[in-house]
């Protein structure tokens, strides 16, 4: 498996995973695929704000999870992990875990960020062992907060606060 940052040529494979993750597995997600029929790369192509893909040996892609950094001179320190997701077919063989500690290696490298922080579904309970065994911890919730079929369902805010390192711990 390949992990790399996603660029725009990437974008037709991005459009084709994206309209099939929230076609088949779309009660995950905040977002509806009603909402981007033609889902797009949702960050720039910076080290602060990027996606990552795990691709197959035979090219395809996999997966892929996004990380944005607030530009906001009080809240550089924080960045948002979304669009975290696996094809069913590619499921518990460790993508996922090799996308999210890729994300976190290389936000660990930006100086002065030290919280990453995500939201996911309360009853998607893979997705909440995952992010706790890579080191998130909850720091807030909402309850009745998105609509999937007609039920509301709870979201929860986790943070993971990056230890310092020689590349993020300066820059505040
Ligand atoms: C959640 C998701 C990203 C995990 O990716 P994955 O490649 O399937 O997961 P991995 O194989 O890397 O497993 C990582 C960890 O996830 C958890 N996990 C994976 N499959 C699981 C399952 N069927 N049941 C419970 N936990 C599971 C485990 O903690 C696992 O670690 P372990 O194998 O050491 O126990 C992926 O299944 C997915 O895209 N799900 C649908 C979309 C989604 O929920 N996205 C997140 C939105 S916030």
Known sequence: MLIRHLQPT?????????HDML?????????ALADEPEPRIP???????????????????????????????????????FR????????GQ????????????????????HHIMLTVLANNSRAIRLYTSAGFRLSGSE?????INGNLIEELHMTCHLPLTPGNQSGF
């Open 10 to 18: 990437d974008q037709p494979a991005y459009a084709a995973l994206w």
């Open 23 to 31: 076609s088949d597995q779309g009660d995950y997600f905040r977002i």
């Open 43 to 81: 960050t720039g192509y910076s080290a602060g704000s990027f996606t990552l893909g795990a691709f197959d040996p035979c090219g395809e892609l996999l997966g892929s999870v996004s990380l944005d950094r607030n530009r906001q001179t009080k809240l550089r320190h924080k960045a948002l992990l």
């Open 84 to 91: 975290m997701g696996v094809r069913r077919s590619a499921a």
């Open 94 to 113: 460790g993508v996922g875990r090799a996308l999210l500690q890729q994300a976190l290696a290389s936000a660990a490298q930006e100086s002065g960020l």
């Open 143 to 147: 309850p009745y907060s998105v609509n």
